[in-house]
């Protein structure tokens, strides 16, 4: 595997499908850079899910973290995107990413973005012991 | 943009409309005064929003947190009043504002505001993940 | 206003009536005796309450604190009884007061009580946000 | 009152009966014997209740917990029979238990019982604010 | 009993059947390798459980842990096994367990497995008092 | 030995007289008057001390911590004066006494007095292991 | 005594001249603005000093630093002022204070001056206990 | 070995003798009973020790700190007498032993003591690196 | 002034020369990348100093710690370096640099330098109050 | 380089010859086994060095520390060894090792070892800045 930043998020195939169960990763080391003035945002991001078919391979995760280091990204914009790219990676039945980012202008900032969206989810048809 | 104090909250659209998250800031600067003495008061406000259209500027809430710098404010009127001016800036799908007052006579306040609110918030047909 | 200690509690109207908000103070400063001993006892109270007309003063509640000093009292007794006094100063939609008290014996003690009681307040018809 | 170790529980009565309410105590201070080794072992007891006709008298809990000092006693066994005790003697609407207990071979171990149990609990019908 | 390191898990006979209670089992001593490159892997497991008729024997699951120290283990496989295994030796009513990985490439992982499984508990013939 | 409040400290013979080692009691538990307001003041004192042929006997360090309970004090005057009544009582090769005192006005206040004073020790000739 | 802002520092006569002891202040509400912005900046000060004649009184100190709130300052400019202003009211035989500004530009601020300066006390001289 | 409390110590050859390092144990499952009143008294014990020619032996450690179970004790009596019976046991080059006692009395107390005594240690003469 | 990286430190005349004080910045927003994979690194800086005639101006301080984002360092070369040009900048009377970087391979490094060197300040000539 | 556990620690050339600064590694992932009874034992180990002309390569440092997994240890010869190893490797003007044991029998263990012993310094011809 290259140790090359790349937006290519590897998977393998979930051990133990049919389980519901949750996999966290906590992500202290993310940095972008402002998109108004280019200079250094840094994050903390967690990630939770629960798999379907496909769990997310670890070191590709820390090279698709590393491929924002020289891109420019507002707050909500880049949670959001994350979020996306990693639920089409391996279509987990339930994700939720949560982004630290450092103190800017004396506040700190949190985004957190779930994946079925909560407005979406008809929680008397789910099953994932996340919905209720 | 300015950086004069003012009550005018900038803001900007909301990048994944249709998706329910939630965005939170935590501004551990503010200071007004006591109404009654003229004395300098110190809180932390902590903001929990899912927007819908609109999501709140970072630099101008800096900005509109410092406009009461000079003001006089009972805890529990100022704390509904930023309510106020917060959901009419961005018309969120939900928000909560928290704010801890220092202690004062050896007693600690902190006031908590939802909107909408809990009790006008018909549970059944509400689908934003935070009121039930 | 005094600032001798008085059983009696001060309020203010409610600033924002029809929304339901939390008000909480935190009471580190509380001491009375122990009616078997007469020696010292300490406690911190925290109270917690969603107003509806009216709202507890600040100082005249430090004053009513310290209205407990020379007094005896058990720590269920007490407990209980602020919280009646409370009630019947602000009849606020939701409160709970809990008691914590310093170690003795060897043990640690905390008393929590809420109005409306648990067993009184019928859940179906309640809106506070608290009950459920 | 005797200041004997003692298996009999002193009790007064609930100074606000009808009321719902919290009492709990943490008891660092307890320690009894390996059945299998005898040699020592330590815990902290955390006891939550709510009263009905009856209140635990605060020093008869610690000589309670002292008569266990020469005792041989398993993590499981301990647990359960102090719980029994404790509803035996002030007969609560609702009891939590949890022994916190000193590592061995490199594990803590941690025990909470409930009374009344969490299957003989009817739901529907219970409204101690503990069941749901 | 052995001090060699075994797949078997001992058990005793619960001392209070009928009774729904929580036993957890903190362990911080875990090490298996990585089954890539055969380096030493580390991870802390937290059991809970609400036994059946059985019980894990304390001593027995410190030589169970023990045995994967000289074995490959993927961090969801391992995971996914380890709750099988302990509850083919006790058959509880509710299990769940939890494994915090030490950090790799920056990242931190955790994953978490319960049993019965989220899916397959049907919530209504359920009285356990975890499935909720 | 009464349980009233009392000036009179009591004493009992070191233990081990010629050897130097060091005693602390910290007293959370301490409360006075404001001198001028005559509002209750709440303060933590921690004593540590070197014995000579005396120590401190601690029921009647509490029944002297007590005795302030309605006496005015202003902070820097009352922990001087709890030194010399220290000092007097068992005349102690070293000892340093530490008053934290509840926030007022937004300041929290810390004194710290210690004997023999810093400046009258002849730092050559003292051999306490505290003068240096 | 007044209760507006004021660079005038109230002092009362030490109550143990001759005595070596310390006195310490927290004051975690100060604020200012930038003399480059006029933005609101925030700090916590904290204040050790051993007296001479003369001691700081507590409610001009909270005045004092109120004073500051409308006035520019610069970081290392301010502090060193402080320091100044403070033992031109008191004297002490000893003072340090130490400024811990609020984050700017991702960058944590302290300053901490002395009084004597470390440059001018002749250590051999000093019997203060603060030089070594 | 026995699993029996006992007052014996049991030693062996330091590995490393001529090197002056530092070993130390925290111990905190320590239980004796009260010599006034027979009930019991809990304390955490730390010893620090630089070795001479024999170490403590760790399970001989325990043993003889469980030998105190039944024995009635006051604090600064029995802190003085582990040290002796260590610095007998292992003939230590530098020895310190703290206990840590739980409250009593709204009292926390801590005894500290060494060998050799900071009185008899000519300083000037000693290299061990603990004494100045 | 630019917001572009820079390795120009800019510094500003030391309000208060003459006296010695402390000044410190904690930097938690440093990256550079691994000279052998090029993968990033992270890290936190401390820096402490004493000025004589200069000070490190904040912002430029910002982005000379920027400028290094886009460079390979080892850890132990980076800290040396950083030490070196904060002191061709502002020539301190004594300067302290600590960096604590990530764990990489289960292990956490610092490396502290300080100037002048340790084994070049001749301790009885200075009198900077940190070389004793 | 090889992923084999090893013995042979490799070194580099200091970047800062003549300059004394500290390096300090903190290794949370030791595991060997007790030379009594071959169970599995856990340690925690800090490392701080002074270098002269190398550095310990920090992978090598991992696969050194990786070695000692299948080795049976006594604590006190263990931690001896790893400095004497170090020593060796890189002949460092000063290095400090700590150990931190998990509990065994109720009790923690430490050992800290240092090079060059503190015995064989001669105190006022080293200046490496850590033997006072």
Redesign the interface.
């Known amino acids: 595997m290259s ?2 930043p790349s937006k290519e998020l590897q998977t393998f195939p ?3 499908p ?12 993310f ?1 972008c850079v402002c998109p108004m ?4 945002d ?1 994050a903390e991001f967690t990630i939770e899910y629960v ?1 379907d078919e496909l ?1 997310v391979e ?2 590709s ?2 090279l698709y973290l ?1 491929s924002f ?1 020289e891109e420019g990204a ?1 707050h ?2 880049i ?2 995107r994350i979020l996306d790219d990693l639920v089409a990676a391996v279509n987990p039945i339930w994700m939720r990413l949560s982004g630290e980012f ?13 994946y079925p ?3 979406s989810a008809e929680e008397d048809d789910c ?3 996340h919905c ?1």
């Open positions: 140790t090359q979930n051990p133990r049919g389980r519901n169960y949750t996999i966290s990763f906590r992500c202290p080391e940095t003035t280019g200079q250094p840094f798999p769990c670890l070191k995760l820390k590393w280091r507002f909500e914009a949670t959001n450092n103190v800017r202008g004396g506040i700190y900032t949190n985004i957190t973005v779930e969206d909560q407005t099953c994932c012991g209720e």
